[in-house]
């Protein structure tokens, strides 16, 4: 896990709030012994979840694509291994998550629901999947995910783990939990109440309707709507779109992912104390004194 450039020179007392402001990334929302669920879903295989590092920007993709990208048991457990494995890459700036063969993903697997369709599993594959995609969430990286097809139940909550959502005109978001006789466990109601506020999120889970993209843009969901549904264009655009968020080094960029986590998740008080320890690391950095040798205007 590295989560924030931590100088050495540093005071100790510093250094020390840094890492506890580091373990706060990767800490685990809910505190459970793992080794059952892990065990129970290595035995629903199929697909997989790929990572794909090209310069500064990794691809994540949802690959099960005869079952349009549904997630198996062992997705979830491959999905946990991925977001760790971006957790450590110090260089990186952007993520983009997308679905396999031009659709985002269909939720969770049925045949894996179905097999797990016990209060106990239900409960300790919700947490595992809530600990993961809050990794996700808070990873030092501006992430975006490409919605092409459909993306429906936890599909759509996936979306909502990322910074920033881009549709095609022909893409859906779709919170079907409420026909499923569900709401959203893998911390999807909570994340789409954040990104588009109570009222905008309590229609889309009561109703269960279909969000296609211009509406998705309207009430804040989408930030971008791309025009065409060719993939190679699509990724395109979509590096495009990302590349003008993550100018400069990463560890600015990471530095300012990290400020806006904790403005969005910790009280007033605890996050400004972070902001400040934050900025100490980035004060007289290299990047900051070789900005400040140049003649700058801000034109
Ligand atoms: C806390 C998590 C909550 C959840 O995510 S629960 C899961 C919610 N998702 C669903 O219920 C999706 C149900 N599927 C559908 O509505 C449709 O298949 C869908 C995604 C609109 C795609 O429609 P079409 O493009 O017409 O394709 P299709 O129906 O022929 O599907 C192709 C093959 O994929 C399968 N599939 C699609 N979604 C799946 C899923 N989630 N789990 C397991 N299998 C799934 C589908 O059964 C079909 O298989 P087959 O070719 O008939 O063997």
């Known amino acids: 896990m590295a989560m924030l450039y931590i100088p050495r020179c540093l005071n100790r007392g510093i250094r020390n709030l840094l890492l506890q402001q580091r ?21 629903f295989p199929g697909g997989s979840i790929d990572l794909q590092k090209e310069g500064e920007i990794a691809t994540l993709i949802i690959n099960q694509p005869e079952r349009i990208n549904a997630f198996t048991g062992t997705m979830i457990l491959e999905l946990r291994d991925r977001v760790e494995e971006l957790e450590s890459w110090t260089n990186g700036k952007g ?4 679905g396999a063969d031009n659709t985002f993903c269909s939720g969770s697997d049925l045949n894996t629901v179905r097999a797990i369709s016990n209060p106990k599993d239900g409960m300790t594959m919700c947490m595992f999947m809530q600990n993961t995609l809050t990794r996700l969430q808070r990873l030092p990286l501006i992430s975006v995910a490409l919605v092409q097809g459909v ?13 920033f ?3 095609t005109s022909e893409s859906e978001i779709r919170f079907v939990h409420k026909l499923m006789g569900l709401v959203p466990g893998w911390g999807g109601a909570t ?10 999120a309590l229609k889309l889970l009561s109703s269960a309707d279909r969000v296609r993209s211009a509406k998705a843009l309207r009430i804040g969901l989408a930030d971008k709507i791309l025009p065409s549904s060719d993939h190679n264009w699509c990724m395109e655009e979509t590096q495009k779109w990302l590349s003008h968020y993550i100018k400069g080094s990463s560890k600015v960029i990471q530095a300012i992912k990290n400020v806006a986590v904790s403005g969005r998740e910790l009280p007033l008080e605890e996050s400004l104390r972070n902001e400040k320890c934050i900025f100490s690391t980035m004060w007289a950095s290299p990047d900051n004194l070789k900005a400040l040798s ?4 801000h034109k």
């Open 23 to 43: 373990s706060f990334s990767a800490q685990p929302i809910h505190q459970f012994n793992e080794d059952d669920i892990k065990e129970k879903l290595q035995q």
């Open 191 to 200: 994340r789409l109440v954040q990104i588009i506020g109570y009222r905008n």
């Open 151 to 163: 993306a429906l139940g936890g599909g759509a909550e996936l979306t909502t783990a990322c910074d």
């Open 95 to 98: 993520l983009i998550l997308r």
């Open 165 to 167: 959502r881009l549709m």
């Open 294 to 297: 140049t003649v700058m205007k």
